[in-house]
DNA sequence: TATTGTTATACTCTATAACTATA
DNA sequence: TATAGTTATAGAGTATAACAATA
């Protein structure tokens, strides 16, 4: 097998998530996976999803559950196909999560006139409140997680994945 | 055994992962996730697990099974605890997967001499060859990524996710 | 017929807790 | 007491299928 012994490329990647290690095993060898980009993007987000679930848990809202409100924010009577669309959520999950924030009150589902089939969606103003805290609840979380990628990584790896 | 996890995904840019619209509404606002490295993070690595899974679907290998396989390879005799350790999985999570690949005659569970408690892990022979397949087909998967991608953007982002 | 939204099912994943056997 | 491994449970998330209302 080709473990990466020689040379400087051997990764102990996300050192911080793995407990702490007193054996007197050498390091783990991850292989092939070095090279998967997959393997690294998995673990990066989720250490970041938890982060945002930390950073948000006052008031109780997920990454899904924010990037819902804040394309309903922007987007004022958006149907659920496109918001579905959109976030590339299926949309029988989408239900779920709308019955959800509908029995929270911050959102409204209004019947569209022109199509009786679809359902204009609305934040409610406790809604809109509760929006303005959570963005800046998260921004307080991608600024911690700037200083720890450096800004010119950060923006980076957004500029790339966004373009993806 | 379950059968392969087909999914009909959209080989597209994220960007036009957005059905066709008919109507003369403006495209949807993505307002302030724009600046969220979580949500692109997110939208790339599901994109890359599910290309990932259709590419070693012959061979019903998921991308934790694969990571489990690569790693216990190339660190024979590794203890349960260590493998989680290494690939952040929970042990509870990691003992229900290694039954699998067991039943699956993929891996060997040696009782350790040292240690009555711990379980050192091996492939099989039938373990080692569907492993070399898998990276066959893994590598398949990556360069196409790659091709995607670009090299250097590629290369960019594992480097910068590697280090995180 | 196709689309919108809904409910239901099944499976995966994550996060715990509780348990055993060993140390 | 602590650790290694197991089992069980609950809650998300994902993937389908089927359905009613509407187009």
Do not use: C
Not at 45 to 66: E, G, H, K, M, N
């Amino acid at each position: 097998m080709t473990g990466t012994r020689s040379g400087k490329t051997r990764a102990q990647p996300l050192r911080s998530m793995a407990p702490t290690r007193r054996t007197a095993r050498p390091a783990v060898v991850l292989d092939t996976l070095n090279g998967h980009l997959g393997y690294f993007i998995r673990r990066v987000q989720v250490w970041i999803f938890q982060d945002f679930i930390r950073a948000l848990a006052q008031i109780d809202i997920s990454p899904a559950q924010f990037s819902v409100l804040v394309v309903i924010s922007a987007n004022s009577g958006l149907s659920q196909a496109e918001l579905a669309a959109t976030l590339g959520i299926e949309r029988a999950r989408l239900a779920r999560l709308l019955h959800q924030l509908q029995g929270r009150g911050l959102i409204q589902r209004l019947e569209s006139s022109d199509d009786g089939r679809r359902h204009a969606l609305q934040l409610t103003s406790q809604g809109r409140t509760l929006l303005t805290r959570a963005k800046t609840l998260a921004a307080r979380h991608e600024r911690q997680l700037i200083e720890r990628l450096g800004v010119e990584r950060h923006s980076m790896l957004l500029q790339a994945l966004r373009d993806f």
